[in-house]
């Protein structure tokens, strides 16, 4: 297949594509409310003061432990083991309370299930990630799937991505990384993979300063 930029109507990348990796939180999938909740469920039970939601949303997308980090502040620093467990703990009983696809995922990911290999990596643990593709049904369209603890580092380190392209036995100039999130991006560029930014997720900064080679408002313009 090859995809087109949507900014630049019938323009196509020049390539054919025979990956596509997807980031989860705010690329496929709209985590944010159930994100914020087991959030703030952890920082109160150490009589930390909730934040507003959006707040923890600009905390996302380096993994648990720096969601934590950055969202207990210099208060939790003492305790931030045991608020990070008790974060782990309530969100694995909360992850699918109003978490739900982007509009178009679903659809999407079904009509082109099969032109190509697609793949999820996420900074997200990867029995948390498992558990959500699992419970939207949306496993069955992913030939690999892994998270921040599948490997000794995470995005924006290439590692992982460069070892499911070896994996799959495709390589960088026919896979695109797809993802809401600087880290994204750099994971894509420092691979030597196409990068393709989405604007509908937990937000664009660091875009300007590390562009993708196009981006998309709705998952749909994708393809």
Do not use: W
Not at 70 to 84: D, F, Q, T, V, W
Not at 178 to 188: E, K, P, T
Not at 191 to 214: K, L, N, Q, W
């Amino acid at each position: 297949m090859r995809i087109r930029s949507p900014h630049r109507e019938g323009e196509e990348m020049g390539k054919t594509v025979r990956l596509v990796v997807f980031d989860l939180d705010g690329t496929l999938v709209d985590s944010k409310v159930d994100l914020a909740h087991s959030v703030n469920h952890a920082l109160g039970a150490f009589g930390l003061p909730p934040l507003p939601n959006e707040t923890v949303y600009s905390h996302v997308g380096n993994g648990a432990s720096m969601l934590i980090q950055r969202s207990a502040g210099s208060e939790g620093k003492e305790n931030l083991p045991r608020i990070l467990e008790t974060f782990l703990a309530h969100y694995r009983e909360h992850l699918l309370d109003t978490t739900v696809p982007y509009p178009g995922v679903r659809e999407s990911l079904e009509a082109h299930s099969g032109a190509f290999e697609m793949a999820v990596l996420t900074n997200k643990p990867i029995d948390m990630t498992r558990a959500i593709l699992a419970g939207l049904s949306l496993s069955r369209h992913f030939v690999d799937v892994r998270g921040g603890d599948s490997f000794e580092t995470k995005k924006p380190h290439p590692e992982g991505l460069l070892r499911i392209m070896t994996q799959r036995g495709i390589p960088p100039g026919e896979t695109i990384m797809v993802g809401d999130s600087v880290n994204d991006i750099l994971a894509g560029q420092r691979a030597g993979a196409a990068t393709c930014g989405v604007t509908y997720g937990f937000g664009t900064e660091g875009f300007d300063a590390h562009s993708p080679d196009f981006t998309i408002d709705r998952f749909p313009e994708l393809f």
